[in-house]
Each structure stands twice: as structure tokens, then as C-alpha cells.
């Protein structure tokens, strides 16, 4: 999974780089290594996830009115 970017005629180079981490960052790649920078147990998992979705609901039923 290469991902690539092409530097255009005259282009700066932190314009450059600003375009890479967008891709990085949509392509969930920097999410991907931070969380699996260390071993997660699956009980964690589940409650790392049980308590996004618990905030989620609460905002939804929040600005559901």
C-alpha cells in the first residue's frame, strides 16, 4: 500500500506535504498505525467502542429536536 503524491511544476514543498497528510488522513492511515501502536485487548475494544457510540446517541437524541 504505496501512497503517492506528485510534486507539480513550481510547487512549494509544505504544499506538498500538506497534500500528503490530507491523503494520509483520509485514507485513515495515521488512525490506523496510532491505534495499532500498542496491543489493544478485546475487552477494551469493545468498550472503547461501546463508549463512542454511547456519546454519539447522546448527541444524536441532543440536536435530534
Not at 12 to 17: E, M, N, S, T, V
Amino acid at each position: 500500500m504505496a501512497i503517492e503524491i506528485k510534486i507539480r511544476k513550481s510547487e512549494p514543498i509544505d504544499r506538498a506535504l500538506r497534500r500528503l497528510k490530507k491523503k494520509l488522513e483520509r485514507e485513515n492511515v495515521i488512525k490506523d498505525v496510532r491505534a495499532k501502536r500498542y496491543y489493544e485487548k478485546p475487552c477494551e475494544k469493545r468498550r472503547r467502542k461501546e463508549k463512542v457510540m454511547a456519546f454519539t446517541q447522546m448527541l444524536r437524541n441532543r440536536y435530534a429536536e
